[in-house]
């Protein structure tokens, strides 16, 4: 039995594509029929599976059908975090998606999944804030967008409220060790730490597993590797070429 991890599927099986630059990149031509064949190479039927986000460009469920009939097909149980471009799922509406999906796939979003006995999976969509940054001469960064930052900062608070309730019912449920999964990097390119790095660390957890961050320029936006005892990884698709990470 293993754990797997990938992001950023980006699928538009009957959506308009809104990302014209992932036709032009190498990296994923035909990305759907290689992740495909990898996770048929790699994911047995009692592993589990966790997208990490951004499954789909549809605007709504009925454009995502075909996406997620795509997702359900693959081998392996598979576990959704939401992402920034999920539209079909509104946060609100995680346990109608759940039952509407009962038995197909696990939608992690205010819960969490057991794995492999005492490992509770976590996770929320997370934020963190993007800019816009004003530059100097250099491209160094001298200043940034203060209302947007007031914005974001919003957003951070109530995603470390859905990620607390995550952790609270895996918790409350007897769990003691915990992998945690974010959509959007733990950090910004401003921060070395952050309210997930702070709850990751108060929880205990040995990993977390983030995405988001596509194209080599964003590869290495926050934290990898280990950091004050919590492992970071990135996993989104065009970064591991489609093979979805072992974590477990
Ligand atoms: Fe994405
Ligand atoms: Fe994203």
Redesign the pocket.
């Known amino acids: 039995m293993s754990l797997y991890a990938i ?2 599927l ?1 699928l538009h099986f009957q959506s308009v594509l809104k990302a014209p630059g992932q036709l032009r990149d190498p990296a994923w031509r035909n990305h759907e029929e290689r992740f495909r064949k990898n996770c048929a190479a790699l994911v047995r039927p009692d592993d589990t599976l966790v997208l990490v ?2 499954h789909s460009w549809g605007r709504n469920l009925a454009e995502c059908e075909k996406d997620l009939e795509y997702i359900t097909a693959l081998p392996g149980r598979k576990v959704l975090l939401r ?3 999920d539209m079909f799922w509104e946060a609100k509406k995680t346990v109608a998606l759940s039952r509407h999906f009962e038995g197909k796939l696990c939608f992690l979003q205010n819960n969490y999944f057991s794995y492999g006995g005492d490992y509770a999976l976590v996770g929320t969509k997370g934020y963190t804030f993007e800019g816009p940054f004003y530059l100097d001469r250099h491209g160094r960064i001298k200043g940034w967008d203060k209302e947007a930052a007031e914005h974001a900062e919003k957003l951070v608070e109530r995603e470390a409220e859905r990620l607390r309730a995550s952790f609270e019912a895996a918790r409350n449920d007897g769990y003691r060790r915990f992998m945690m999964f974010l959509h959007y990097p733990p950090t910004s390119i401003l921060e070395k730490r952050s309210v997930f790095t702070d709850i990751a660390e108060e929880y205990g957890v040995d990993k977390v597993i983030y ?2 961050c ?1 194209g080599r320029t964003r590869f290495h936006d926050s934290l990898e590797g280990t950091v004050r005892g919590v492992e970071y990884r990135l996993v ?1 698709g065009d970064y591991l070429l489609w093979k979805p990470e072992r974590i477990l």
């Open positions: 992001g950023d980006h986000g951004d992402g920034n471009h995405a988001h596509h989104s």
